[in-house]
């Protein structure tokens, strides 16, 4: 079994920064993808970001492609979700993910979500 703990949401300006981190317990991280998922107030779950095991392959939705990063340190068990020029669209609650490799659709665990609220 993998927990996961995320941090570093909170209450910040459009156009500033956020990065946030996806923390790891249990199995090592880097047995699973990792993904991003956010969702707003009356709004579907969205796809923000997913990062390969090894790092080296990386996806995003169109509506946050060349603003955030996702990476991961897998020596420390963690994936982070760098947010730059932050808009109010991006305010939802974001939840990280640990993806079954080569399995859409299939997790092995969500955190609990960190909230980011961007005011305009």
């Known amino acids: 079994q993998v927990q996961l703990v995320e941090s570093g949401g909170g209450l910040v300006q459009a156009g500033a920064s956020l990065r946030l981190s996806c923390a790891a317990s249990?199995?090592?991280?880097?047995?699973?993808?990792g993904d991003w998922y956010r969702q707003a107030p009356g709004k579907e779950r969205e796809f923000v970001a997913r990062?390969?095991?090894?790092?080296?392959?990386?996806y995003y939705a169109d509506s946050v492609k060349g603003r955030f990063t996702i990476s991961r340190d897998n020596a420390k068990n963690t994936v982070y979700l760098q947010m730059n020029s932050l808009k109010p669209e991006d305010t939802a609650a974001y939840r990280c993910?640990?993806?079954?490799?080569?399995?859409?659709?299939?997790?092995?665990?969500w955190g609990q979500g960190t909230q980011v609220t961007v005011s305009s």
């Open positions: 249990g199995r090592i991280f880097n047995l699973y993808d």
């Open positions: 990062i390969s095991q090894n790092g080296r392959t990386t």
């Open positions: 993910a640990a993806g079954h490799p080569n399995t859409p659709g299939a997790y092995a665990a």
